[in-house]
């Protein structure tokens, strides 16, 4: 077989090339990670788009909202431990546990806001459920309730999320701007149409709502900052890790103090 050339092994160096880098990570855990964020981030946005009425949350239900957290999990879970992206690795579990006590906390803010002050026309969860059944016109029961506080947790999962793995390792007091950002968003969106509040809730409770919808999410922001600021696993900024800005000293890692 003299007409076959054979090519000598790939040193080392040739095999490093023959991954694309970007910077501390590859292209491919940088699409992952698109991936997932799009993921995490089609919950919020099927609430807001079916609140306008070109849809109902129920068919988004079944038609994105479960595929998308379905995507997420195998990516964070399955395929990213596979392909050694410690990155997207630790920015999910970082988000599962943080998350969870995010909404712990929240809750807390607004049941008292919404039981104590009537600070608010409903109960969210209830209201996610409601819609995701169907049932809007007949009110909650035992699956609809279920079905919302499910939703309700993995959007302050998916919304942790989005958090580590974009900003990454920050001051604690950040994710409370981070999360009082989100609450203004959802104050100027068109859920606010659908419970009857207007804009900020003026139409409902002006000064009861717009404190209790901020006192909520600055204790969940919070408890993202605290959680990222003192976990040892929290990554780096992604701008940092995909493009090297601000670039890192020679021999950083995705784990260096905290900015």
């Not at 195998?74 to 943080?98: D, E, N, T, Y």
């Not at 608010?120 to 029961?141: E, K």
């Not at 920050?170 to 104050?187: D, E, K, P, S």
Request: proline share 6%; charged share 10%; with cysteine.
């Amino acid at each position: 077989m003299g007409w076959v050339q054979k090519h000598p092994p790939l040193s080392a160096s040739c095999k490093e090339t023959a991954v694309i880098k970007l910077q501390n990570l590859t292209f491919g855990e940088a699409l992952a990670t698109a991936l997932a964020l799009l993921a995490a981030s089609v919950s919020p946005l099927a609430f807001d788009y079916a609140a306008t009425g070109a849809t109902t949350l129920h068919a988004l239900g079944t038609q994105a909202i479960l595929p998308a957290l379905l995507v997420w999990a195998a990516l964070i879970f399955l395929v990213a431990p596979m392909m050694g992206w410690q990155r997207l690795v630790s920015a999910g579990r970082l988000a599962l546990m943080s998350g969870l006590l995010g909404v712990v906390v929240m809750e807390v803010v607004r049941i008292t806001g919404f039981r104590v002050f009537h600070g608010m026309p409903g109960s969210m969860p209830m209201l996610i459920g409601v819609l995701l059944t169907d049932r809007f016109m007949d009110g909650p029961n035992g699956l609809s309730n279920l079905l919302g506080w499910g939703d309700h947790l993995w959007n302050g999962i998916g919304f942790a999320f989005v958090y580590f793995a974009v900003f990454g390792r920050q001051r604690w007091w950040v994710g409370g701007v981070y999360a009082l950002v989100i609450a203004t968003i959802f104050m100027l969106g068109p859920v606010m149409n659908i419970i009857g509040a207007g804009p900020f809730g003026q139409d409902f409770a002006p000064v009861k709502f717009p404190l209790t919808v901020y006192g909520a999410h600055l204790v969940y922001g919070l408890a993202l900052g605290w959680f990222g600021q003192r976990a040892a696993a929290t990554p780096n900024n992604f701008l940092s890790d995909a493009l090297g800005w601000p670039r890192l000293r020679d021999g950083a890692n995705a784990h260096s103090s905290p900015l």
